[in-house]
């Protein structure tokens, strides 16, 4: 990341700098000062400042960390640089600009990929993608050539550009596994990590072929800036999901007089159990033990959780739901907007006043917004439409 109007100067003379200039420098390091904050926050503030109730994932605050720790630096060194002589392809400026392109990349690569909790991905082969650029950079030191110069920057677009691919069929799988997994899906989606690498590309570029126009450069600080506090409110927003893959999936012995509406899922006495129930079987056991005891209402209920409670284990009902042709949330969204549209009912019946926002919440539902979305999907309409023609 470097100052991008000044690189048509040999050297820098502060005693003739103009107020625009100036004006910049202090916008460079105000988002320099907002990155060490970020980096300083992370790492040793143990609470969260933006969501007090959510427990972000510690591996991703510690690459969130690195890559805000990895932009000072490469504001410090390229104010230095360019603070002190400016020479295009000289061994500085290569080594510094090859330097800041792995680190940059190889971090927000590991921030993004920790953003994705239903399995551990590897930051590995970013490294192996990055050694065809540290070679150039090699042959730039051996032999400076614009040509090289431009390979370069083609290819960490390529980079850029393959691993933005990536991401949007991981963020794709990602996103069937919380719908199979999750009832609620509230902070947990991660379309977000999109736009983080489309802003990432999009100021790589703008480094990359700034011509020096202010304008240009201003802009970039600024969307630097915004691009931080969209990714830190990001990490903090994120819950630490449950690791589905390496818990033991056991059975709880079930009493059908224990469970009742709003309750927890009990864990004592659970024994390993090899499913042998069939379909016919498991709509039975849910009829017994979500349906008619309410567990759907349960804030955060996940697969795990309904099919220990119904005797069965987590990968044999996933496999049931998909034999129905539906997801997990689909079928605790169904449960819950039938329930709304029951309690409805009943308070229209019987002259009681009630609002959307209050049944939605006694429905299972936390976020009002999410419970819109659900309506309109499982009804065909959106839930004020809804409400008005059942009034008349």
Not at 9 to 36: Q, R, W
Not at 70 to 83: G, P
Not at 156 to 179: D, E, I, K, N, P
């Amino acid at each position: 990341m470097h100052l991008g109007f000044i690189l048509n100067c040999e050297k820098m003379s502060f005693e003739h700098i103009s107020p625009v200039v100036a004006l910049y420098f202090v916008f460079y390091g105000v988002t320099a000062m907002a990155a060490l904050i970020a980096a300083v926050y992370l790492l040793w503030c143990r609470g969260n400042a933006f969501a007090a109730d959510i427990t972000p994932p510690v591996r991703l605050r510690h690459w969130a960390a690195s890559f805000f720790a990895a932009t000072v630096l490469s504001h410090v060194w390229w104010f230095i640089f360019y603070s002190s002589s400016y020479t295009i392809l000289s061994a500085a400026h290569v080594l510094m600009a090859g330097f800041d392109c792995v680190t940059l990349m190889i971090t927000i690569a590991g921030t993004l990929l920790a953003m994705l909790q239903d399995r551990k991905r590897p930051v590995w082969p970013v490294f192996v993608g990055m050694v065809p650029f540290v070679a150039l950079c090699m042959l730039l030191l051996v032999s400076p050539s614009v040509m090289l110069l431009r390979i370069a920057i083609i290819y960490m677009l390529s980079v850029y550009a393959l691993f933005t691919v990536y991401m949007v069929f991981a963020s794709r799988q990602y996103g069937r596994w919380l719908r199979d997994n999750y009832a609620d899906l509230e902070n947990k989606m991660v379309w977000l990590s999109q736009v983080v690498i489309i802003g990432i590309m999009l100021m790589f570029i703008l480094y990359a072929f700034d011509d020096g126009n202010v304008f240009t450069s201003y802009i970039t600080a600024a969307t630097e800036l915004v691009f931080f506090v969209l990714l830190l409110w990001r990490v903090e927003t994120l819950p630490q999901l449950v690791d589905m893959s390496s818990e033991q999936e056991k059975t709880i012995p079930v009493s059908e007089k224990s469970p009742h509406k709003g309750t927890d899922i009990q864990t004592e006495s659970a024994t390993l159990l090899t499913p042998t129930i069939n379909c016919s079987n498991i709509e039975q056991l849910l009829a017994e033990h979500c349906v008619a005891t309410q567990l759907y209402l349960q804030h955060d209920l996940t697969l795990l959780q309904l099919a220990k409670a119904i005797g069965s284990n987590r990968t044999y009902l996933g496999q049931f739901f998909s034999s129905q042709g539906t997801t997990y949330n689909a079928y605790i969204n169904d449960l819950r907007i039938r329930h709304f549209v029951h309690c409805y009912h009943e308070a229209v019946k019987n002259n009681r006043p009630v609002t959307a926002q209050q049944l939605a919440k006694e429905s299972g539902y936390r976020s009002y917004s999410t419970f819109s979305l659900a309506f309109k999907q499982r009804m065909g309409q959106s839930v004020t439409v809804w409400m008005r023609d059942v009034d008349r």
